[in-house]
């Protein structure tokens, strides 16, 4: 059976990137066929071979599927702005079928896939639908990434909310230590654990190089399974 989840965060930058690449390591290490997924993506580089996002290229290292850059990545845009705006500046509609299919295809060689959102749960793909839309027409799981810092109660519990509220399940959620912990972490941690209904998976601790460390240790899957 395929495992699909979507990461969502509290606001972008927040290390929804970190925390997909956690779970796939942390669903390869238990014997999954890992493969992520970014269905959309604004800001990336111009190469010789085209447009390559930064996110989507650390998201396929570490799949453990095979895959090629346009399968982790349908819909890429050059601008670092909301995609419904990055859309606009070049004229290329977000196309549903191809966020579809693109995930369709994935379906067939993995059994374990992470979907990374793009900024935060309302992100607007177009005038009308946000990706949240997306999300629900696709039915899939939440977990929510909240990168610890202060004011991150308020974006997660709003964050929660909105997602339980649209019908989803929220599987879990994900303490990211985007900055160095600071005197009131714990109190942080304690807060979102007894307000957020839903299960911590676990704590990515801040590491400048996260890169080079073997990160799925931080999470546990047990409540995903
Ligand atoms: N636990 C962490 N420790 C250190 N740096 C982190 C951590 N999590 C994220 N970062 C850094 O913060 C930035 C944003 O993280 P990223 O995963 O790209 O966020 P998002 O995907 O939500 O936009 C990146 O430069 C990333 O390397
Ligand atoms: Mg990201």
Redesign the pocket.
Known sequence: MNRCFFVT?TD???????VSCALLQAAANQGYQTAAYKPVASGSKQLTVGLRNS?AQLLRKNSSVKLNYHDVNPIVFAQATSPHIASQLTGELIDWQIMHGGLNKLKQSADWIIV?GVGGWYTPLCAEHTLADWVIQQQLPVIL?VGIKLGCINHALLTAQAIEQSGLSLAGWVA???VLPGQYQQDYLLTLKQRLSAPCLGV?????N?QSHSIGKFVNLDNLL
């Open positions: 965060g972008t930058d927040v290390g929804k990137t970190v996110d990374e990434t990211n230590e985007i990515i601790p801040h590491l400048p996260w």
